[in-house]
């Protein structure tokens, strides 16, 4: 039975894990910003950004449950899109 060093481990592991990732969307917007990043090259790697995005949530949850997975992974693709529309609107 875990005992509530570990429950208080895993929660702020896991709390910790997704402020951070969830930070990915306003650093898009920053390097759209400077330059960096364009409309066409997030569009033309929407899939590579899908996939790390799932496997960044798959570390950060903390079990092998698709639902966990699928709470943190929706969201946050959801914001990146949403940030390549915001920061590029004509395109």
């Given at each position: 039975?875990?005992?509530?060093?570990d429950?208080l481990?895993n929660?702020?592991y896991t709390?910790a894990?997704?402020g951070v990732?969830?930070?990915?969307?306003?650093?898009?917007?920053?390097l759209?910003?400077?330059?960096v990043?364009?409309?066409r090259?997030?569009r033309?790697y929407?899939?590579?950004?899908?996939?790390?995005?799932l496997i960044a949530a798959a570390?950060?949850t903390?079990?092998?449950?698709?639902f966990?997975?699928?709470?943190?992974?929706?969201?946050?693709?959801?914001f990146i899109?949403?940030?390549?529309?915001?920061?590029f609107p004509?395109?």
């Amino acid at each position: 039975m875990p005992s509530f060093s570990d429950y208080l481990e895993n929660l702020i592991y896991t709390t910790a894990g997704i402020g951070v990732l969830f930070q990915m969307p306003l650093l898009v917007m920053v390097l759209a910003r400077i330059g960096v990043v364009t409309g066409r090259f997030l569009r033309k790697y929407r899939r590579h950004a899908f996939v790390i995005i799932l496997i960044a949530a798959a570390i950060i949850t903390p079990s092998t449950d698709p639902f966990s997975l699928t709470i943190v992974t929706i969201p946050l693709y959801l914001f990146i899109r949403s940030q390549h529309y915001h920061c590029f609107p004509h395109q």
